[in-house]
């Protein structure tokens, strides 16, 4: 045989891109020809040589196209296979649902009785009070709703309606009320099954072989133990929501820390406990739902098996055992020192679900009028026969499974809005995402504070320390004067009884310690202040407001303010659950405050021309609903400015209207140089902005947005505001961006006037 040295090779480029059947076999030819030009020449379609190279042109063809494609598969916008992008979907964090379920808001009526006492109002002790769960049906019995939330006739909000069902025959007096109520309900059946579970297994896995299951109600095992659903395996804190009945209030208008009532319900309070018994859930390829317990077991006093973790000895070093550091300070990487929640064992789970959904369960409006299914709450009036229902619009969003293409948009949502709060936008949506159950936010105006809007320095810090250590100085001297006049009364055995004077002697003496030791802590602190120089504090303000059961904006800065006479700020109930909720979503360095927004009330007055022969009253009538859809609420927003022009030219397209002479805005009087000045009933403001006198009446220290009650407003109004002044160039504009302020017009019927000529 002829050897081969690099001299008999020639120079040949290998071309890495071809892949397919065609350019591999020329390759391979052309390879041939360049390193083996002696050796083989015979290229011949029909030659054996020919047919080896044509086998491995096909094998790296096939080659070519599994590579090919298994990188696609890695890739979220190429994927196909739904396996694929379900994993990649649980890679980012979300979650494939396996069917959407139709949603509907189903009104409720119940007839309740009259107060004996003022028969034009509704006596509530007479309504009930259903749990969530109560299922209506229609004409197909396959579809049944659910409601979400729990059904209470006691509560009124501003979509819930009343009317009057019996009167008196003789008096004419009402003496019945048919109230009506909404609530959420979803397309889905309540199922439950047990699972008896035996020795402890790391990541216990139950598979519920129901398809289109739409969440998961409870998992309780057989001690009465709640598990808990939560996203990821290693969050240990869950949300609790507490209903009013559960928790001891009267109802859902009292403030359980004051006992008082709000001015608007909070049904729910929300909570978070930290607890090792959750479970995560996920939907398979094949439209089934698995839960998925953590890796560890609780000690009960015997041995814990090797091999699981022992939740309540979790980063506690045994004495003579070393210490891993760089393991024990990190909870979620799920070695020997942290946990990722308990597995269950010897017990036996019982599982409630919903099953449900589906494109079918878009019923149209008025199809579901049949309760097969309701419990009282507690030992409210009524049962659910008492009770009717309907659908006034179709359910919608239901659909079945997520599409390929659906999944691959819905990840990439999610992975873009990385469930945190950052910018401004962030915080809004969260807050406004808050169910209403917990409270029924209208309106919300974030604004973060620049640094240095809240400084502190150090010249300022130590006046403040020097004020408080002389006057606990003068305290100390005035305690000690007492207990020197008492000691000496009791000496010379005044009229004050000697038990009593030296007890109270006693008792000064004993706790005068801690008033002096202030002393020290005074030099301790402006030491600190000292060395730290100027600090300055930046914090996120979220200004909000809410909605009453008329749908009118709650929401005043003034309330708990001293001297405030009336209350109607935001239940600090409801400040609370958003304070609790964001906490779980803010970054770590932001201070968030949760503030009431201010409102400023108004009222319309029109002057226009009619066409000669339109019907001036109706005319009338049709410009007052014109301005008052204008100005519904839904469409306010804060610091959204009023364009007269724009509302001149809403006029103009009223039916019957020739020319609009003008429109004034204004909280008193029309004071438009060609009006007559004509004035509202009532002034439509209770409070004023000042800028130099608090409620106190002290002055503010040059702090902005002091407060001070107004003479000649209306009660139950908002602020006053100079609109006169404020306009300019057609539009009014709000109060400066620091204090967030959103126009009410609250009561169009009396506070619309206008002029027909």
Same mark, same amino acid.
């Given at each position: 045989?002829?050897?081969?040295?690099?001299?008999?090779?020639?120079?040949?480029?290998?071309?890495?891109?071809?892949?397919?059947?065609?350019?591999?076999?020329?390759?391979?030819?052309?390879?041939?020809?360049?390193?083996?030009?002696?050796?083989?020449?015979?290229?011949?379609?029909?030659? %054996?040589?020919?047919?080896?190279?044509?086998?491995?042109?096909?094998?790296?063809?096939?080659?070519?196209?599994?590579?090919?494609?298994?990188?696609?598969?890695?890739?979220?916008?190429?994927?196909?296979?739904?396996?694929? $992008?379900?994993?990649?979907?649980?890679?980012? !964090?979300?979650?494939?649902?396996?069917?959407?379920?139709?949603?509907?808001?189903?009104?409720?009526?119940?007839?309740?009785?009259?107060?004996?006492?003022?028969?034009?109002? /509704?006596?509530?002790?007479?309504?009930?009070?259903?749990?969530?769960?109560?299922?209506?049906?229609?004409?197909?019995?396959? $579809?049944?709703?659910?409601?979400?939330?729990?059904?209470?006739?006691?509560?009124?909000?501003?979509?819930?309606?009343?009317?009057?069902?019996?009167?008196?025959?003789?008096?004419?007096?009402?003496?019945?009320?048919?109230?009506?109520?909404?609530?959420?309900?979803?397309?889905?059946?309540?199922?439950?099954?047990?699972?008896?579970?035996?020795?402890?297994?790391?990541?216990?896995?139950? /598979?519920?072989?129901?398809?289109?299951?739409?969440?998961?109600?409870?998992?309780?095992?057989?001690?009465?133990?709640?598990?808990?659903?939560? +996203? @990821?395996?290693?969050?240990?804190?869950?949300?609790?929501?507490?209903?009013?009945? =559960?928790?001891?209030?009267?109802?859902?208008?009292?403030?359980?820390?004051?006992?008082?009532?709000?001015?608007?319900?909070?049904?729910?309070?929300?909570?978070? &406990?930290?607890?090792?018994?959750?479970?995560?859930?996920?939907?398979?390829?094949?439209?089934?739902?698995?839960? $998925?317990?953590?890796?560890?077991?609780?000690?009960?006093?015997?041995?814990?098996?090797?091999?699981? $973790?022992?939740?309540?000895?979790?980063?506690?070093?045994?004495?003579?055992?070393?210490?891993?550091?760089?393991?024990?300070?990190? %909870?979620?990487?799920?070695?020997?020192?942290?946990?990722?929640?308990?597995?269950?064992?010897?017990?036996?789970?019982?599982?409630?679900?919903?099953?449900?959904?589906? &494109?079918?369960?878009?019923?149209?409006?008025?199809?579901?009028?049949?309760?097969?299914?309701?419990?009282?709450?507690?030992?409210?009036?009524?049962?659910?026969?008492?009770?009717?229902?309907?659908?006034?619009?179709? *359910?919608?969003?239901?659909?079945?499974?997520?599409?390929?293409?659906?999944?691959?948009?819905?990840?990439?949502?999610?992975?873009?809005?990385?469930?945190?709060?950052?910018?401004?936008?962030?915080?809004?949506?969260?807050?406004?995402?808050?169910?209403?159950?917990?409270?029924?936010?209208?309106?919300?105006?974030?604004?973060?504070?620049?640094?240095?809007?809240?400084?502190?320095?150090?010249?300022?810090?130590?006046?403040?320390?020097?004020?408080?250590?002389?006057?606990?100085?003068?305290?100390?001297?005035?305690?000690?004067?007492?207990?020197?006049?008492?000691?000496?009364?009791?000496?010379?055995?005044?009229?004050?009884?000697?038990?009593?004077?030296?007890?109270?002697?006693?008792?000064?003496?004993?706790?005068?310690?801690?008033?002096?030791?202030?002393?020290?802590?005074?030099?301790?602190?402006?030491?600190?202040?000292?060395?730290?120089?100027?600090? =300055?504090?930046?914090?996120?303000?979220?200004?909000?407001?809410?909605?009453?059961?008329?749908?009118?904006?709650?929401?005043?800065? &003034?309330?708990?303010?001293?001297?405030?006479?009336?209350?109607?700020?935001? %239940?600090?109930?409801?400040?609370?659950?958003?304070?609790?909720?964001?906490?779980?979503?803010?970054?770590?360095?932001?201070?968030?405050?949760?503030?009431?927004?201010?409102?400023?009330?108004?009222?319309?007055?029109? +002057?226009?021309?009619?066409?000669? @022969?339109?019907?001036?009253?109706?005319?009338?009538?049709?410009?007052?609903?014109?301005?008052?859809?204008?100005?519904?609420?839904?469409?306010?927003?804060?610091?959204?400015?009023?364009?007269?022009?724009?509302?001149?030219?809403?006029?103009?397209?009223? =039916?019957?209207?020739?020319?609009?002479?003008?429109?004034?805005?204004?909280?008193?009087?029309?004071?438009?140089?060609?009006?007559?000045?004509?004035?509202?009933?009532?002034?439509?403001?209770?409070?004023?902005?000042?800028?130099? /006198?608090?409620?106190?009446?002290?002055?503010?220290?040059?702090?902005?947005?002091?407060?001070? *009650?107004?003479?000649? !407003?209306?009660?139950?109004?908002?602020?006053?505001?100079?609109?006169?002044?404020?306009?300019?160039?057609?539009?009014?504009?709000?109060?400066?961006?620091?204090?967030?302020?959103?126009?009410?017009?609250?009561?169009?019927?009396?506070? &619309?006037?206008?002029?027909?000529?």
């Amino acid at each position: 045989m002829p050897s081969y040295g690099k001299e008999n090779f020639k120079e040949s480029n290998v071309n890495y891109i071809n892949k397919d059947f065609a350019t591999l076999k020329t390759s391979l030819m052309n390879f041939a020809k360049s390193y083996f030009p002696n050796s083989y020449r015979d290229f011949n379609e029909s030659s %054996p040589g020919m047919m080896l190279l044509e086998m491995n042109a096909y094998v790296g063809d096939v080659l070519s196209f599994y590579i090919d494609q298994q990188y696609r598969e890695m890739l979220l916008p190429l994927s196909e296979e739904r396996r694929n $992008i379900m994993n990649m979907a649980k890679m980012f !964090g979300y979650k494939v649902k396996p069917i959407v379920p139709a949603y509907v808001d189903l009104q409720f009526s119940f007839e309740a009785g009259a107060m004996s006492d003022d028969s034009s109002k /509704v006596d509530y002790n007479t309504c009930a009070t259903f749990d969530k769960g109560v299922r209506v049906r229609g004409l197909d019995e396959d $579809i049944i709703f659910e409601t979400l939330d729990v059904l209470d006739f006691k509560i009124t909000s501003s979509v819930d309606t009343s009317e009057v069902s019996k009167t008196d025959e003789e008096t004419g007096l009402a003496t019945g009320y048919m109230l009506h109520r909404n609530v959420k309900s979803v397309s889905a059946v309540e199922k439950s099954k047990t699972f008896k579970i035996g020795s402890p297994e790391k990541f216990k896995k139950i /598979v519920l072989k129901d398809t289109n299951v739409v969440d998961i109600i409870s998992c309780v095992d057989s001690n009465g133990n709640n598990w808990y659903e939560v +996203d @990821y395996l290693a969050q240990d804190k869950v949300p609790i929501s507490t209903h009013y009945t =559960e928790e001891g209030r009267t109802s859902a208008y009292q403030n359980l820390s004051t006992g008082e009532n709000e001015n608007l319900p909070v049904p729910y309070s929300l909570s978070y &406990i930290k607890t090792s018994k959750r479970f995560t859930r996920e939907t398979n390829v094949d439209n089934t739902t698995s839960l $998925i317990f953590g890796n560890g077991i609780l000690k009960d006093g015997n041995l814990v098996d090797d091999g699981y $973790i022992d939740l309540e000895q979790v980063g506690i070093v045994v004495p003579g055992q070393t210490n891993d550091l760089s393991q024990a300070i990190d %909870p979620l990487l799920g070695d020997e020192y942290s946990t990722l929640g308990e597995t269950p064992s010897n017990t036996t789970l019982t599982i409630t679900y919903r099953v449900g959904g589906g &494109i079918n369960a878009n019923v149209p409006g008025g199809e579901l009028s049949s309760i097969i299914l309701g419990t009282t709450i507690g030992t409210s009036g009524g049962d659910i026969s008492q009770v009717t229902v309907t659908n006034p619009f179709p *359910a919608r969003g239901g659909k079945n499974q997520e599409s390929i293409d659906e999944i691959r948009e819905q990840t990439k949502a999610f992975f873009t809005t990385q469930n945190r709060c950052v910018t401004k936008e962030d915080y809004e949506a969260r807050v406004l995402n808050i169910p209403s159950k917990f409270g029924n936010i209208a309106k919300v105006y974030v604004a973060r504070n620049e640094a240095g809007d809240i400084q502190y320095n150090y010249d300022d810090f130590k006046n403040t320390l020097q004020f408080i250590k002389t006057n606990n100085q003068n305290f100390i001297n005035f305690i000690e004067g007492i207990s020197a006049d008492l000691a000496e009364y009791s000496n010379n055995q005044t009229p004050v009884p000697y038990a009593t004077a030296q007890g109270f002697s006693t008792l000064i003496n004993g706790n005068l310690p801690l008033l002096t030791s202030f002393n020290d802590l005074y030099s301790d602190l402006d030491q600190q202040a000292q060395m730290a120089g100027s600090f =300055e504090l930046s914090a996120i303000n979220i200004y909000i407001l809410a909605y009453d059961n008329n749908k009118n904006l709650v929401g005043n800065p &003034i309330a708990g303010y001293a001297n405030a006479d009336i209350e109607d700020g935001v %239940p600090p109930s409801l400040m609370q659950n958003i304070k609790k909720y964001l906490a779980n979503y803010k970054i770590l360095t932001d201070t968030v405050q949760i503030l009431n927004g201010y409102i400023v009330n108004f009222g319309v007055f029109f +002057d226009v021309v009619a066409e000669k @022969y339109a019907d001036k009253q109706q005319v009338k009538l049709n410009c007052i609903r014109k301005i008052e859809n204008y100005f519904r609420i839904e469409k306010m927003q804060f610091n959204q400015p009023i364009f007269i022009s724009q509302l001149e030219f809403e006029l103009m397209d009223v =039916e019957g209207v020739r020319s609009v002479n003008h429109v004034t805005v204004s909280q008193h009087k029309d004071y438009h140089p060609n009006s007559n000045g004509e004035e509202l009933n009532s002034k439509t403001w209770l409070y004023s902005y000042s800028d130099t /006198v608090d409620v106190d009446g002290n002055p503010d220290n040059g702090l902005s947005g002091g407060f001070e *009650a107004s003479e000649g !407003g209306t009660l139950g109004y908002g602020y006053k505001y100079d609109f006169e002044n404020a306009l300019e160039g057609g539009v009014i504009r709000p109060p400066l961006p620091s204090s967030p302020t959103v126009f009410e017009l609250k009561n169009p019927r009396a506070n &619309i006037k206008g002029r027909v000529r």
